[in-house]
């Protein structure tokens, strides 16, 4: 799987101009899941965002979690993750999990973060959806559990 982490003052996911999700501060995350991908996988990179130390504690070192602060996720599906830019000028994205098996792997991610004790909003799996948000920093991270890529175990 992949995501992409932005940490956020505020965030707001629309589908045709009507809010189907906002959180104040805290984490928004683009996920992606990839073919073979396993639910495995979704709870391992759940955790992970969950202990991601990119919020500034006392000193305005980047030492807490959204756990930590109390903050919450908001959460979309974005299949574009898996995009294969290496032939030319048009993406690929053969790499994505198949449309049932994405929205299942997307689904447990969320609610593996759930679980964690992070207030989770999310986005319409599949949708056109609208996203704003203040990049806070900005910071923005990637991660993967790319199977051999070393990457998130």
Excluded at 76 to 102: I, K
């Amino acid at each position: 799987m992949r995501c992409l982490i932005q940490r956020t003052s505020e965030a707001s996911v629309s589908i045709s101009g009507e809010p189907v999700g906002r959180i104040g501060t805290g984490l928004v995350v683009l996920v992606c899941a990839m073919r073979g991908d396993t639910e495995a996988e979704a709870k391992s990179l759940a955790g992970k965002v969950a202990k991601l130390r990119i919020f500034r504690d006392d000193q305005g070192r980047m030492n807490r979690s959204v756990v930590d602060i109390g903050g919450a996720a908001l959460i979309v599906s974005q299949f574009t993750l898996a995009a294969d830019t290496s032939r030319g000028n048009r993406p690929g994205f053969s790499t994505a999990a198949d449309p049932e098996q994405g929205e299942a792997l997307y689904r447990a991610f969320c609610g593996y973060v759930s679980e964690l004790g992070i207030r989770v909003e999310i986005g319409r799996f599949g949708a056109d959806m609208q996203i704003a948000l203040i990049n806070d920093g900005p910071v923005t991270i990637w991660m993967d559990t790319d199977r051999g890529s070393g990457r998130t175990p």
